[in-house]
């Protein structure tokens, strides 16, 4: 076989021809898989949209397209949040749904009572969104107050509701709808922040009857041959019929012809421990679901979910094997001090399926970030941390860029020992070089340990059955992280040595 065939080799007229082709020389170098995110969620009840996904880079844009206050919108803006501290250019594609036409919204109301004693000014507070300041003065009537109070709330626009005044008289109040429909409505918080000494008080009904949410498969089923890599799931923690939607849709992204693996996370704000873990404790083989978590906060759950992917994706993207802790998740609101959870407290969440975090200055801190995945009596569950996860992407898709390519695909296939003129022909130990090489590469990178041991169990076989058949076999070990360190501290008194006097 001639070393060019830039010219076909039946050509016999005078001629040069010169073929350009691009030449792959990382000699085994891997590349980092480009992470992209997949969000799930609502749009806004009053827009009208699209349910087909969409790339977006800001949440002006989502806001636009969804409505603004969606969870959809609540989600990009801490994505894409302004001061750009978000997610930076990895892909996000939006999965648009509509409220189930079962789906109610949740409701409830902000009722004033007593008179104003002097003038004070006063916001309401909505999953730690503040309405623009109102101002209460002495004379006015709570139908003036219901009035202003409702028209601050509108004001902004990211609000999760609707507030419309009854001015009433004897039952006036502010009526809040949630902008979507669903249980995962019900998570909407609302407090008024202002004097209490004034004379005006108020009796908040927090917003409650959500039902039904929406079916996410209409989503999954677009995801199609993209690997989205990671996902945001803007539906609630206990919304286990969903949980299994992304369940069997992550195994199948598991298997051998797909090979594409996720993971997908979701809010959960309860405080305790065994509230927290209610629902990651009983789902033990999941290894595709993944709760991030805030203890007592006010944000809404698929936003602590969100702002902590926020932080997670570029870690991820950008160097693979280093695990997640004490990324701060500014703009998150912790909650109580007393409602944080004790080192015993995380451990014994970390066994039972869910990601902790841990508030330092005030401000969020990712901590441990777990799927669900923890069968009964296995110390060391395979997929139970999410960076493990990242690794075995990364060793996936560089094995896809090795063998899914036109050099292997059809190459004739010849025992070891046969001498070969043509090029193209590929042998079984072809294969253990080019994995090799791949090998030392992800070792470098400390996606894995020991990449010496790896080679040595590095095997390829022409298929004893099947001639256009190759097998290839290799065993890898996992780097680890620093998640513990143990110091003993060893100490004692220096005690004075006698002296001899001459």
């Known amino acids: 076989m001639a070393i060019s065939s830039a010219v076909d080799a039946s050509a016999v007229a005078r001629v040069v021809g010169i073929k350009t082709i691009f030449k792959d020389l990382r000699a085994g170098g891997i590349l980092f898989l480009p992470q992209r995110i997949a969000v799930v969620g609502q749009g806004a009840t009053s827009a009208t949209f699209s349910t087909t996904k969409k790339q977006h880079t800001s949440a002006a844009s989502v806001a636009a397209d969804y409505g603004f206050g969606s969870p959809l919108h609540l989600a990009a803006l801490e994505l894409f949040p302004v001061n750009g501290d978000g997610v930076g250019t990895i ?16 409701t409830g109301d902000i009722v004033p009572s007593g008179s104003q004693t002097e003038a004070a000014s006063y916001i309401v507070r909505i999953n730690n969104i503040d309405s623009e300041e109102f101002v209460i003065s002495v004379g006015d009537s709570l139908a003036d107050i219901v009035t202003a109070m409702a028209a601050a709330i509108n004001a902004v626009l990211e609000m999760p509701v609707t507030a419309v005044a009854d001015t009433t008289p004897a039952s006036e109040a502010v009526d809040l709808t949630s902008k979507w429909k669903g249980v995962s409505a019900n998570d909407i918080f609302v407090e008024v922040v202002g004097s209490t000494t004034a004379g005006t008080s108020f009796a908040i009904s927090q917003p409650s009857g959500g039902l039904v949410n929406p079916d996410v498969q209409p989503a999954l089923d677009q995801v199609g041959d993209v690997w989205e890599s990671m996902a945001l799931n803007c539906l609630d923690i206990a919304d286990t019929s969903t949980l299994d939607k992304y369940d069997t849709f992550g195994e199948g992204r598991w298997g051998a012809l797909v090979r594409k693996p996720l993971v997908v996370f979701t809010g959960n704000t309860e405080t305790t421990v065994s509230a927290a873990t209610a629902v990651s404790d009983a789902r033990k083989t999941d290894r595709t679901n993944s709760q991030l978590v805030a203890p007592g906060s006010n944000d809404l759950p698929f936003v602590v979910a969100a702002r902590q992917l926020a932080r997670i994706a570029p870690v991820a993207n950008n160097n693979p094997p280093h695990d997640y ?18 080192y015993a407290d995380r451990d014994s969440a970390v066994k039972k399926g869910s990601s902790t975090i841990e508030v330092k200055d005030g401000v969020v801190n990712v901590s441990d970030v ?17 960076v493990d996860i990242v690794k075995l992407q990364n060793i996936i898709f560089n094995l896809d860029l090795i063998f899914a390519t036109k050099e292997w695909d059809g190459a004739p296939l010849i025992p070891d020992d046969q ?28 996606i894995i340990s020991d990449p010496e041991t790896a080679k040595d169990n590095t095997l390829a076989e022409i298929d004893s059955m099947n001639p256009k058949r190759l097998n290839v076999s290799t065993t890898v070990q996992l780097s680890g992280n620093t998640n513990i360190i143990s110091v003993d501290l060893n100490f004692g008194f220096f005690f004075g040595t006698a002296q001899v006097v001459a």
């Open 91 to 106: 892909p996000v594609t939006f999965y648009p749904l509509t409220d189930d036409g079962s789906g109610v919204a949740s």
């Open 325 to 342: 802790g004490s990324q701060d998740a500014t703009g998150l609101t912790p909650g109580a001090d007393g409602d944080q959870w004790t």
């Open 370 to 386: 777990v799927t669900f995945y923890h069968p009964t009596g296995d110390p060391i569950p395979a997929y139970r941390y999410v």
């Open 419 to 446: 001498p070969t003129v043509n090029r193209a022909a590929k042998k079984p130990k072809s294969a253990v070089a080019a994995v090799s090489a791949m090998l030392d590469s992800l070792g470098l990178n400390a």
